[in-house]
């Protein structure tokens, strides 16, 4: 219930100065994922003190050049939130990096994260040095395409490990694997339409398939003669015409399971009967493999 001409800058999550009514800022893209709700209960020329839903606290300075006696002191809850945030679902949901992390004392060690306690290697470090002192031009924008020494190496390396020849347009270059998975997701997946992930799973899958519009629909692996397997039965009745994608993580995160030959085959016959199918395999870790695969 602001006024049209209402003046009044948030601190906080959002800085700057709005003005306008409240139609506009229920609009307003930028302010839908910090502004989910409000509740203002005084409202004075100084200042005036809000809180957010989700326990997020803003102040807001109103300063009102002309006070405009239409204005209503009190201020209603406003629901306010982004596409993308409703997609999401709650925000506050623990996840099990948190709960992991609250578990770690001095006298624990969280081994469910990969910090490294040694230093890179010394020809990484000089190659960077030596980069930085060439006065080459680092500080320019990079090619859009990816770097091209990097884009003809990868080129050469994906030709052997998918037996087949590649040129660079099948290569892309994102800043890191979370960002690949994002945009290849972002690709493949329609609003409304199903993503096969096998539980357990990377946690961060879930959010980018819900923020793309998607579904997650879960297969969980059964841990049967010390082994986690693909249960073929739960993974026929998770398909359907409304499955985009299928994520086949292997190794895989968080067991370390590798995917034998036979599984991975049995998944290919499983979507061979839905044609717009898209399988999505994280490799991350296929280098890191400690004993010969199965």
């Avoid at 320019?140 to 091209?148: C, E, L, R, S, V």
């Avoid at 096998?198 to 059964?222: A, H, I, M, S, T």
Wanted: with cysteine; net charge negative; glycine share 6%.
């Amino acid at each position: 219930k602001f006024s049209k001409f209402t003046k009044f800058t948030l601190n906080g999550n959002i800085n700057g100065n709005i003005k306008g009514d409240i139609s506009y800022i229920n609009n307003d893209i930028t302010l839908k994922r910090s502004i989910i709700a409000m509740r203002c209960d005084t409202m004075t020329k100084s200042k005036l003190t809000s809180k957010l839903v989700n326990d997020i606290d803003i102040d807001i300075d109103i300063d009102i050049d002309n006070p405009n006696p239409n204005i209503d002191p009190n201020i209603d809850i406003i629901e306010s939130s982004s596409p993308t945030v409703d997609l999401l679902g709650p925000i506050n949901t623990p996840t099990v990096w948190s709960y992991f992390n609250n578990l770690t004392t001095t006298d624990t060690a969280n081994l469910g994260q990969g910090f490294p306690d040694t230093p890179p290697p010394k020809f990484l470090t000089d190659s960077l040095k030596e980069t930085i002192d060439s006065g080459y031009a680092i500080h320019q924008y990079t090619n859009p395409n990816g770097h091209p020494p990097l884009v003809k190496e990868l080129m050469k390396r994906y030709s052997l490990h998918l037996h087949q020849p590649l040129t660079p347009s099948n290569v892309a270059i994102t800043v890191g694997a979370s960002q690949a998975l994002y945009l290849s997701l972002r690709t493949i997946v329609t609003p409304g339409s199903e993503v096969i992930i096998f539980e357990p799973f990377f946690d961060l899958y879930v959010n980018q398939v819900k923020v793309c519009g998607g579904k997650p629909r879960f297969v969980p692996l059964k841990f049967e003669g010390g082994r986690w397997n693909v249960d073929e039965d739960e993974l026929a009745a998770a398909l359907s015409p409304k499955t985009s994608c299928l994520i086949l993580n292997s190794p895989h995160n968080p067991t370390g399971k590798v995917f034998t030959y036979s599984e991975q085959l049995a998944i290919s016959l499983a979507i061979l009967p839905y044609p717009s199918v898209k399988v999505l395999s994280d490799e991350v870790y296929k280098y890191i493999i400690h004993s010969p695969p199965p």
